[in-house]
């Protein structure tokens, strides 16, 4: 394989050099970077965990990572998602990973699927996947990749932090609880959010590349902390290891769970703290981004056209439209406000006047 280096010319890569340190550990080897370059794994979500975490994962070589993130890239993520910088500003995350990635190691397959993960397409989305890493915000989508991972038998890396905190283990059932046996029934409104308490960049970095290592532990074969959760505190630098049990009453894991049924898309979502809403399509919108952006320039001002997504603003608000008519429409005040300038720009689209 060859690369273009900075001053242009064309330079081999070459994985023996590449990985020569890493293959040197004796726990890991030949056998062992072999297994990773295997391996695909899901990362959902790419903001201050999944960032790190994407990152270590194509440095050690995983095959192919999958790269999910419904966002795009806003000013207050910059001191913690360390896959964007100024220049990446309102494009979609996922784009700009996976093209981010690529630089750093060319011998990994990077996908970007810049989609909203709900129960309608959560199997789609994580099918073919050997581990799932969590990179989210809320336990609401939380809850859903827990079930669609056992549903479908993937070692699901599980991570949360906040403020100075963080929280992380690896679940596969039957061997180890799953996150509903842990964590039955939380509510993202009762929890505090990174918007309401904060976030130190170095929270989300330590643990992010605490789930790099436990996804390469679980792909290459060495023990993980599978079967205990870990729960750290940085501010005196504490980390307690705690032994956790599965429940075997528990409605996704336990006898007679097998995960939930699969569920129709949900219309209109808030996202995690902010005046942010998604809204999903009833039916995918056939039109490439550049008939999108034909339809819609003499309407509204474009502010970016990106392979995956226009950016669009209207008075304030700001509207990124997605391949397939997904939108993530930004400063609205309420439901209503959304659901108008979602169907207004959906009759553009659809060629009304
Ligand atoms: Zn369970």
């Known amino acids: 394989m060859l690369n273009r280096g900075t001053g242009g010319a064309l330079i081999p890569f070459d994985p023996d050099e590449y990985y020569r340190r890493q293959i040197a550990l004796k726990e890991l080897g030949r056998e062992g970077q072999e297994r990773l370059r295997r391996s695909r794994v899901a990362v959902v979500g790419l903001g201050g965990l999944g960032s790190p975490a994407a990152i270590y994962l194509a440095l050690a070589g995983i095959g192919h990572l999958r790269l999910i993130d419904q966002d795009t890239v806003e000013l207050h993520n910059l001191h913690r998602q360390i896959l964007y910088t100024i220049d990446d500003l309102r494009y979609p995350k996922a784009e700009v990973a996976a093209r981010r990635i690529k630089r750093m190691n060319p011998d990994v397959v990077a996908e970007p699927i810049p989609e909203n993960l709900g129960r309608e397409n959560v199997d789609r989305i994580l099918e073919g996947v050997d581990c799932v890493v969590d990179g989210l915000d809320n336990m609401r989508t939380r809850y859903i990749v827990n079930e669609a991972c056992v549903r479908k038998g993937i070692p699901y890396v599980y991570a949360a932090v906040i403020g100075f905190e963080g929280c992380l283990s690896v679940f596969r059932p039957p061997r180890t609880p799953c996150l509903a046996c842990v964590f039955p029934n939380l509510d993202d409104r009762a929890l505090p959010s990174c918007e309401t308490r904060g976030i130190l960049g170095a929270t989300a970095g330590i643990v992010g590349a605490m789930e790099a290592m436990e996804a390469i532990k679980v792909l290459a074969g060495i023990d993980s902390i599978e079967g205990s959760l870990l729960i750290c505190d940085f501010i005196d630098m504490y980390i307690s290891k705690v032994e956790i049990s599965r429940d075997p009453r528990c409605p996704i894991c336990g006898e007679g769970g097998r995960g939930r049924a699969v569920g129709e898309p949900e219309g209109l979502i808030w996202l995690c703290g902010r005046n942010t809403v998604n809204v999903n399509p009833k039916e995918p919108l056939g039109l490439s981004v550049e008939e999108m952006h034909e339809r819609l320039r003499g309407r509204l001002r474009v502010l970016l056209k990106s392979p995956f997504a ?44």
């Open 310 to 353: 226009l950016v669009l603003e209207r008075d304030g608000v700001e509207i990124s439209l997605f391949k397939g008519g997904r939108m993530l429409i930004k400063n609205v005040k309420g439901e209503d406000d959304a659901l108008g300038i979602y169907e207004e720009i959906m009759g553009y689209l659809r060629g009304g006047p």
